[in-house]
């Protein structure tokens, strides 16, 4: 079968995208002042990053939207290499003003500030500490910076009419960005104008590397000392030329295991599949389709195999793992006790998810053999050399991979490799038709095949569930048959927000067997 390319076409804006960014251009705007110093540039940088967001929007889940609107309004030249001109914040370098500034105006939670930033959450904290010491120096309270806060905050709330009138245009502009006429939403990327040009690039590294020097400031205390190389201050060099990538150490084993991505880069093979998981969701709930531009019967879906050789990486740990995880460093088996040794001093501090998780990219890394153990290396190097909003980009795709369970991941692996040995032209066809769904319906294929087509009758019982808590909730769900969870979506219409918590926590505690009955039984009420 031979089509011709579909032709350019224009989808409605996202009422999704739209509240979005209503409810974050004020804070956005009072943060690009003051971490850049002047109006004028803010507004500018943010107008930027509002249009760059609203075409990476269609192909990113809602979870990741906060990390990726903020890493891409820090990602602008004028935020990077500005200068505050608020007096409590003047002597505070780039990257601690920047990690102060995502908890003080942008409201995000440790975790989500360190995604925002491409760093380890431990970097993170330090980072926020470092700002916090740097003001004590320069004789600046606690009190101090907890006026400023409030003040930020005062300003946030009362921007003059003139500059919320601005801001409603950028909005809008941004929407018609959003919005405009496009061939491949899956391959379409953010225009070259709205791109941070290469100084920015080369400056937004040097934030993340300070961040990164920082982090090994902390673990100066039971990490062994390495030489400084000549004519460096810091184990960074002097001068940074625009276009010159800062180089970094050696890393230990130690420091392999825990670089916040390595889940991700420990599975190269899934990279390629979680960034086209809405598509190929959707291909796998509808094989008719793909059958069709194969020039066969649609094979059913259980059928649906990973490729031989298929390398799944490292699974995140279970609930049962993180609760065995051992808090006492002398408690770890052998193998992750001698990879891990540097890391003996702290290892109490940790959280338990993060011991779990230490300890499973130990087994892994101890299963590969030297070449893997180079290639894995390589891939980490490249990978810490890019900028921190593509960082952040490509980590909203294998967060949602992650959470699909392991029939469904070697599901959408078979379809990739059916997807991928079709003739361009039938690809770009298949890509068309699912184009053509309102973006709303698109996003909800993030959540797999399962779930793609029966979530939006869901999102109001899982509104406002908290990140880390989505994952039983999601697990509930693809646990029960298609006509219950479409059972499940009228009655959840029916109840008011505080009902439906209610039902949800119902649903949760109830054993898998008897949640059909129930809702059945709501359902007749």
Not at 114 to 123: D, H, K, S
Not at 361 to 383: F, I, S, V, Y
Not at 426 to 440: K, S, T
Not at 464 to 484: I, K
Request: proline share 10%; aromatic share 6%.
């Amino acid at each position: 079968m031979q089509s011709a390319a579909p032709a350019p076409r224009s989808a409605p804006p996202s009422s999704a995208l739209a509240a979005f960014l209503r409810g974050i251009e004020r804070r956005a705007f009072v943060f690009a002042h003051v971490q850049c110093g002047d109006e004028t540039a803010a507004q500018a940088a943010l107008a930027r990053a509002m249009a760059g967001f609203g075409r990476q929007a269609a192909t990113s889940p809602l979870s990741a939207w906060p990390a990726d609107f903020w890493a891409g309004l820090l990602a602008q030249p004028e935020l990077v290499g500005g200068a505050s001109e608020v007096p409590e914040l003047a002597p505070l370098g780039q990257g601690p003003r920047a990690a102060l500034l995502l908890r003080m105006v942008a409201g995000l939670d440790f975790v989500h500030a360190a995604r925002v930033l491409g760093v380890e959450e431990a970097t993170y904290r330090y980072a926020l500490q470092r700002a916090l010491q740097q003001a004590g120096e320069a004789g600046i309270s606690y009190a101090a910076l907890s006026g400023l806060r409030e003040r930020l905050h005062r300003q946030v709330k009362t921007l003059p009419p003139a500059r919320t009138a601005a801001l409603e245009r950028l909005r809008e502009q941004a929407l018609t960005a959003a919005s405009a006429p496009v061939i491949d939403a899956a391959t379409a990327t953010t225009d070259a104008a709205d791109a941070p040009p290469p100084r920015a690039r080369a400056l937004l590294w040097l934030l993340w590397v300070l961040l990164a020097a920082v982090l090994v400031a902390f673990a100066a205390t039971f990490l062994p000392d390495r030489p400084t190389p000549a004519g460096q201050a810091n184990g960074l060099p002097e001068e940074l030329p625009p276009e010159t990538p800062v180089p970094l150490p050696a890393r230990g084993d130690a420091e392999v295991l825990g670089h916040p991505d390595y889940a991700q880069l420990a599975a190269p093979d899934a990279g390629p599949v979680a960034a086209e998981l809405p598509l190929l969701s959707w291909l796998a709930a509808n094989p008719e389709r793909l059958a069709r531009a194969e020039g066969g019967a649609a094979a059913p879906a259980d059928h649906e195999a990973a490729p031989a050789g298929f390398d799944a990486g490292v699974a995140p740990p279970s609930a049962a793992a993180i609760a065995a995880a051992p808090a006492a460093f002398a408690d770890l088996a052998e193998t992750p006790r001698r990879l891990l040794a540097p890391l003996a001093e702290g290892w109490p501090r940790l959280e338990p998810a993060t011991r779990a998780r230490l300890i499973a990219n130990a087994g892994h890394w101890q299963a590969l053999d030297a070449a893997g153990r180079d290639a894995l290396k390589t891939r980490m190097d490249a990978w810490d050399a890019l900028p921190a909003p593509e960082r952040a980009q490509r980590r909203a795709p294998f967060a949602a991979w992650l959470r699909l369970p392991p029939r469904e991941q070697a599901q959408l692996r078979g379809i990739a490799s059916r997807f991928r040995a079709l003739p361009d032209a039938e690809r770009q066809v298949l890509r068309a038709e699912f184009d053509a769904l309102p973006a709303e319906a698109r996003r909800d294929w993030w959540l797999g095949p399962t779930l793609g087509g029966d979530f939006a009758g869901l999102q109001p019982l899982v509104a406002f569930v908290a990140d880390d808590d989505l994952g039983p909730v999601l697990a509930m769900l693809r646990g029960l048959p298609s006509p219950a969870r479409r059972d499940l979506a009228e009655v959840s219409r029916r109840l008011s927000a505080g009902e439906r918590e209610a039902l949800r926590d119902e649903l949760l505690a109830a054993p898998a067997e008897n949640r059909e009955a129930l809702i059945r039984g709501r359902l007749g009420r």
